[in-house]
């Protein structure tokens, strides 16, 4: 009976744990109000109040540093253009400077909004990097050039939408990652990822890289080439 019960409990036990990392793991999404599906968890306005778009100045820039939770739309466009949006209470919560051809925002809520994600939209004709200290939802809608690198400590959510491929995706992340890029084809994806990943993606020629955690990476296109190295349990499925 005691053996059976130490099986029992162990059993339970290592199951609570598993769902406590898992739901640990998830909390940087939700807290920044975004939804492991990609959809707004909540209308923030409940809590905040209604949230101002402010239309920013910045010259010609291709790359983003953002300090803080951040949900950016980019859209691939001539024209550039920048608007923030924040709480109407919170209007000064946030800084933008420019270093050459790089854009620099800094999200300063604070206490229980710590995480609460700031809506960027963002349209300009190429988009080379993205740096994001905290977590991050990018979504893309249209070619951001040839090779785009997206950087991210924290939950990292990345989807697109182009009409070309890319030549070249790459993610370097230390948190939950989630991509959904299987409709922007790409020809070669660079991984250096540690957390939980869930990957769909359409890759022509190459997978590379490293990834260390659990997960699943789908692949539409069947890339020629694979020298990815796996740590951890993270199954690859090709269609």
């Known amino acids: 009976?005691?053996?059976?019960?130490?099986?029992?409990?162990?059993?339970?036990?290592?199951?609570?744990?598993?769902?406590?990392?898992?739901?640990?793991?998830?909390?940087s999404v939700t807290r920044a109000w975004v939804a492991p599906d990609g959809k707004q968890l909540r209308d923030a306005s409940s809590l905040t109040g209604p949230w101002k778009d402010q239309v920013l100045s910045a010259q010609d820039f291709s790359s983003l540093q953002l300090n803080g939770a951040?949900?950016?739309?980019?859209?691939?466009?001539?024209?550039?253009?920048?608007?923030?949006?924040?709480?109407?209470?919170?209007?000064?919560?946030?800084?933008?400077?420019?270093?050459?051809?790089?854009?620099?925002?800094?999200?300063?809520?604070?206490?229980?909004?710590?995480?609460?994600?700031?809506?960027?939209?963002?349209?300009?004709?190429?988009?080379?990097?993205?740096?994001?200290?905290?977590?991050?939802?990018?979504?893309?809608?249209?070619?951001?050039?040839?090779?785009?690198?997206?950087?991210?400590?924290?939950?990292?959510?990345?989807?697109?939408?182009?009409?070309?491929?890319?030549?070249?995706?790459s993610v370097s992340t230390r948190g939950m990652t989630i991509l959904q890029m299987k409709s922007c084809p790409m020809k070669r994806l660079f991984l250096d990822i540690h957390g939980k990943i869930v990957i769909h993606a359409n890759v022509t020629e190459s997978l590379e890289g490293a990834v260390n955690g659990s997960g699943d990476i789908r692949l539409s296109g069947a890339p020629a080439r694979q020298n990815l190295s796996q740590y951890g349990s993270v199954r690859i499925r090709i269609d």
Request: net charge positive; proline share 3%.
């Open 70 to 169: 951040f949900d950016v739309a980019w859209e691939q466009s001539d024209t550039l253009s920048v608007t923030l949006s924040v709480p109407e209470r919170f209007s000064e919560a946030f800084s933008m400077r420019q270093e050459g051809t790089r854009l620099v925002f800094t999200n300063r809520l604070t206490g229980r909004f710590s995480e609460l994600a700031l809506r960027l939209k963002i349209s300009g004709p190429r988009l080379s990097e993205v740096e994001a200290r905290k977590s991050l939802k990018l979504k893309l809608n249209g070619h951001p050039g040839e090779s785009l690198n997206v950087s991210g400590n924290g939950a990292v959510w990345i989807e697109g939408t182009c009409a070309t491929p890319m030549e070249r995706l």
């Open 1 to 27: 009976m005691k053996i059976s019960n130490r099986i029992f409990w162990g059993f339970w036990g290592s199951a609570a744990l598993l769902i406590v990392g898992f739901i640990a793991a998830f909390s």
